[in-house]
């Protein structure tokens, strides 16, 4: 079935580090693919989303592209802050079939 | 108000009692979704409404009840729970008309059982 996978964590960096998490995944369609964010204490915000080959998503200096050839929407942010702190999930939906990632806790340090 | 709203934020329970999770979104949505959390596991997908209608049951526990009235609320009625199912409860909403794939989530209940 369809899946995704994710880099596991957890992940700590620097205030204004560069910032890449991979994610791949497996489909037998075309599926969107979306990077949810949560904030401690919270549910899970919608991040940024693409729906097709080579679309860029991008939203708060966070940007991922879907790349069909190598199955990946890996996400980057090129000068991290702690605001940022969070748990990032990656996900894939088909058909109304979202699946997530095990997500990757981010951990900013100043 | 908008957005996905979840009551109570918080809940404590013993095994035997009997508690209610609400749910509420106002993004005027056809479809709602019941997911739980675990420290370090997957999201789980629970139960999913469509239309009222429910469309999915991932082999939830018959201890889990879930209830859907209309399209803008949904319900996640508990009884004699066990410790296991502690963790945090989510629901989502979304759009299916159309061919919208995003879903919105509520901020979750984090239940406790003893």
């Known amino acids: 079935g369809d899946s995704v996978t994710q880099m596991e964590g957890p992940v700590t960096l620097s205030e204004e580090a560069f910032l890449t998490i991979n994610c791949t995944y497996t489909?037998?369609?075309?599926?969107?693919l979306f990077w949810y964010v949560q904030y401690p204490g919270e549910g899970l915000q919608l991040l940024l989303k693409a729906t097709k080959a080579d679309d860029k998503g991008s939203n708060k200096g966070f940007e991922a592209t879907y790349r069909k050839e190598t199955t990946s929407f890996h996400l980057e942010k090129g000068s991290v802050q702690v605001s940022d702190s969070a748990v990032y999930f990656c996900a894939l939906s088909y058909n109304n079939d979202m699946r997530f990632g095990a997500g990757t806790r981010l951990t900013v340090k100043p | 108000e908008t957005g996905v709203t979840q009551t109570p934020r918080h809940l404590v329970m013993g095994m035997t009692n009997k508690k209610s999770l609400k749910c509420e979104q106002h993004?005027?949505?056809?479809?709602m979704y019941w997911y739980k959390q675990s420290a370090k596991k997957p999201l789980e997908l629970m139960f999913v409404y469509n239309f009222k209608e429910q469309t999915e049951n991932n082999s939830v526990p018959s201890r889990f009840s879930p209830e859907c009235p209309n399209s803008s609320h949904l319900f996640l009625h508990l009884h004699t729970l066990q410790p296991e199912d502690s963790a945090l409860y989510l629901c989502?909403?979304?759009?299916?008309?159309?061919?919208?794939?995003?879903?919105?989530f509520g901020p979750g209940t984090r239940l406790t059982v003893l």
């Open positions: 993004l005027g949505h056809n479809a």
């Open positions: 489909a037998t369609g075309y599926p969107s």
């Open positions: 989502a909403s979304t759009e299916t008309r159309g061919g919208s794939d995003t879903q919105y």
